[in-house]
DNA sequence: ACCTGAACACCGTTCAAGT
DNA sequence: ACCTGAACACCGTTCAAGT
């Protein structure tokens, strides 16, 4: 009945005391965070849910904060994964590409709002997602990045420094996701439009 | 010497027995959390540094969130006076007076980085900024907003829905803002003219 | 090595009691 | 009306002690 859960469960816990369980609490965070938001993120209800002691998360983060550190990092892999998808599958066409990208910016801020808050509140500065920021915040971004150095190559976005445009880029759909305006489908192809010409070249 | 300070505090303090403990409170929040950071807002070290009981906040405001509540309007409040006095102080070019807004939007978050995490957080859930969000941010929206429909009126901005572009204009900025990516004008300043190229008609 | 319970210094919130 | 102290149920973190 329950046995492959309970045997999964028990072998789960006893890999504990193998060396895993700081992949553990990094998953159960992210879960606990999806369920019930950022505020519920306890290192004691952590230890409660994955049956260990209040004190065993410090084996493996030196507090609360570098928990919340290697969260914010396992969410930018898996945006830079998303993101880097959402463009694969756009075809050829820079508009697509770069639409599909900021649907899938804006949807991930939606679909993992205790992730978002994780990765750009205010516990992190990444500010230009550039030199201060993780490396894995930086894969994030080069993923638009290279996008933008394409686009320019093919005449869809004005010459000139690639970076700017792509952190001008990364600003106007992250308000838009911050903002949680992503409900009105109609009113994110409009603004998509609207960056495109604004990225354009000048006549 | 320190007789008009203490003076002035020993009345304020017996003021607290007449009716602006909540007014004091809200003033003291928002100065702890220029100095310290939202974490730093604490019921009780509010109440310590008015030299009051950890409780008494509880006879204005129901709980913490109220509080937090309170400082979000606050912060509007001042929001929308710093954003008019700008576009006020641009002169009568709408570039001039859009960059000018942009430029305070930025200034206010890099200044009160504290309020602007309570006005934006998690907590609140302003999204559109029209019908949901409180009056006091409906009004820091309607300057600009206002001077959306001004840029169409001019020829500016192009035909059509003016909330749809006001809030494109308010997601870019508060990107930029909340990235943090301010300290660099030179950005600031590209990021405008792309963003009145995107307003503007098309051809 | 990894885990544990007890303990410390904090919170938000409630409530009976004071003026 | 407004304020207070004691109390309760939580936290993050430290540390001596266990296997």
Redesign the interface.
Known sequence: MAGRAASARASRKRAYHHGNLREALIEESVELIREE???ALTLREIGRRLHVSRTAPYRHFIDKAALLSAISKAGFTKFAEVLEQARNSAGPDFANRLDAMARAYVRFAAENPGSF?VM???GS?????DETASVEAKRAFEVLHSEIRQGQDTGMVGPGDSL?YA??V???????A????FD?TA?TD??SR???????P?L
Do not use: I, K, N
């Open positions: 938001g950022v505020r808050e750009f509140g205010a500065e990444p500010q230009y997602l700017a952190r001008l990364w600003a106007m759909v992250h308000g838009l911050t903002l949680r305006m009105d009113f409009f603004c609207a960056l495109r010409r604004g990225l354009s000048a």
